[in-house]
């Protein structure tokens, strides 16, 4: 258990200036903590009466009789249903959900993206562009993988999802996650957690902003089971940051926006709902620095699955099948003997779609560039194109370290159904399945011959 006690200007998280209140280590901890003196009730989770004049709440990402469940009591100047009114339904035409299917757009097939370009006047709502959906929102099962495009700071402004954790992959500017259990700064080779239910309000510390985001409609993201690899390596526990509690005590016109089984509903309430003085449980948003992942590869030949590079899982009601896992390519050593070290030519049941943070993956000579994307869809063939081929094939293979390199992948045990912004308004690059159509026949049925 952590237990930390911060102090904030209360206009901080509005205005974007000011020291930032901390954070608290570890995965899955039970932590508390308390911006204001003894905030936090001792021994009880519901006196008759919390100190402050606060109420006591809690906060519930599990059914309370799931194993391990997950819930956190928090201490706020108003109870969250002061948070919400009456609502109206608004459309957001750029956000969406699974299923959602066009009969006039073909999922199938090997896709790559360029860079999308952000515009002006978008924020965090307005700026979600939504690249492919798995699944089903309405029975929390799949999820869907999206752009962010961000110029302007939510004012006055606050958004929560009921259908979904949101992964946060940052590519390019530096974002302020403003949440009621505390704030998360995020910028570039970090990623964070937003769980569902979890009211924050996004602003822009340095833009323009564009970065990834999977939407996980299914069980929360959890670090893998090591198995052999043991208790060390990959993605620690102790890299992972919680935000320590931080709260507004603000009277002013908001409005709350919620999404809700795919639709998107607005209600207007008269104050900041980040109200939360004091906060203790398991259930919390969280940052991580990807520079802290320790890959483990083979030291003498072959190529290992690519499962040993996921940061984070989601799992499915099929063991060993993800809902989603997160994977991450890194900068890495590479010194196996007599082997191809690229990623080899496969198709298998995973869908995988990949981004890339900077630099140049190793599978893909050209073409796959910073703040891009690419779609492999389940049971279709992919590889390293040509000039990656011959140059995996026919190089030196002394020991080499592979620098200037972090992309990652969003895979999914589900088909990811291309949206119709996707198809026809992304930058998505034709000739992409081109970049295998210059490999060559190099058969030759003499005896011993490579």
Same mark, same amino acid.
């Given at each position: ?21 901390? !954070?608290?280590?570890?995965?899955? =901890? ?20 919390? =100190? ?37 339904? &608004? ?11 066009d ?7 090997? !896709? ?25 929102? =309405? ?7 999206? &752009? ?9 402004? !606050? ?20 949440t ?35 939407? =996980? !409609? ?11 690899i ?37 209600t ?16 919390a ?11 483990v590869?083979? &030291? ?29 390519f890194r ?24 981004g890339?943070i ?93």
């Amino acid at each position: 258990m952590n237990k930390d006690i911060a102090s904030l200007d209360l206009q901080m998280a509005a205005t974007g200036v000011g020291t930032h209140p901390g !954070y608290m280590p570890g995965w899955g =901890n039970d932590f508390e903590t308390e911006a204001l003196p003894a905030a936090l009730p001792e021994g009880m989770n519901s006196p008759q009466r919390c =100190n402050y004049g606060l109420y006591g709440e809690q906060l519930s990402g599990t059914a309370f009789t799931a194993p391990g469940p997950e819930r956190t009591w928090c201490y706020r100047i108003r109870p969250s249903v002061k948070h919400v009114h009456r609502f109206e339904k &608004i459309d957001m035409p750029h956000w969406k959900s699974a299923p959602h299917m066009d009969a006039d757009i073909i999922s199938l097939g090997q !896709y790559r993206w360029n860079p999308l370009e952000a515009g002006e006047g978008l924020d965090w709502i307005t700026g979600m562009r939504t690249m492919t959906t798995a699944g089903d929102v =309405n029975t929390q099962v799949g999820m869907a993988s999206h &752009i962010y495009l961000v110029t302007e700071s939510m004012v006055d402004s !606050y958004f929560y999802s009921a259908d979904s954790e949101l992964l946060v992959v940052p590519q390019q500017g530096r974002l302020r996650f403003a949440t009621e259990l505390g704030v998360i700064d995020l910028e570039p080779q970090e990623i964070a957690i937003l769980p569902r239910g979890l009211v924050y309000r996004v602003e822009v510390l340095e833009g323009p902003c564009r970065g990834f985001v999977c939407e =996980n !409609y299914g069980q929360k993201f959890d670090l893998p089971g090591r198995g052999p690899i043991g208790a060390n390596c990959l993605a620690n526990p102790r890299d992972f940051k919680t935000p320590v509690a931080a709260f507004e005590d603000r009277e002013v016109n908001s409005t709350v926006t919620v999404k809700w089984c795919g639709g998107f509903h607005r209600t207007q309430i008269g104050h900041s709902p980040l109200d939360v003085v004091a906060w203790h449980g398991n259930y919390a948003p969280c940052k991580y620095d990807l520079k802290t992942f320790c890959p483990v590869g083979a &030291i003498l030949f072959d190529h290992p699955d690519p499962s040993i590079f996921t940061v984070l899982t989601a799992p499915s009601g099929v063991e060993g099948t993800a809902n989603i896992d997160f994977v991450l390519f890194r900068e890495r050593w590479m010194v196996a003997e007599d082997t191809f070290r690229p990623p080899w030519y496969h198709k298998n049941v995973m869908s995988e779609l990949m981004g890339n943070i900077y630099g140049q993956y190793d599978a893909k000579e050209e073409g796959f560039v910073p703040g891009g994307m690419s779609l492999h869809n389940m049971m279709l063939p992919h590889g390293p194109d040509r000039d990656a081929f011959e140059k995996a094939s026919m190089s030196n293979l002394g020991p080499n370290k592979l620098e200037n390199t972090m992309s990652f992948m969003f895979e999914t045990r589900f088909p990811q159904h291309l949206t119709a912004f996707a198809a026809k308004e992304a930058p998505l690059q034709d000739d992409y399945i081109d970049c295998w159509t210059s490999l060559e026949k190099k058969f030759d049925g003499t005896p011993g011959r490579k």
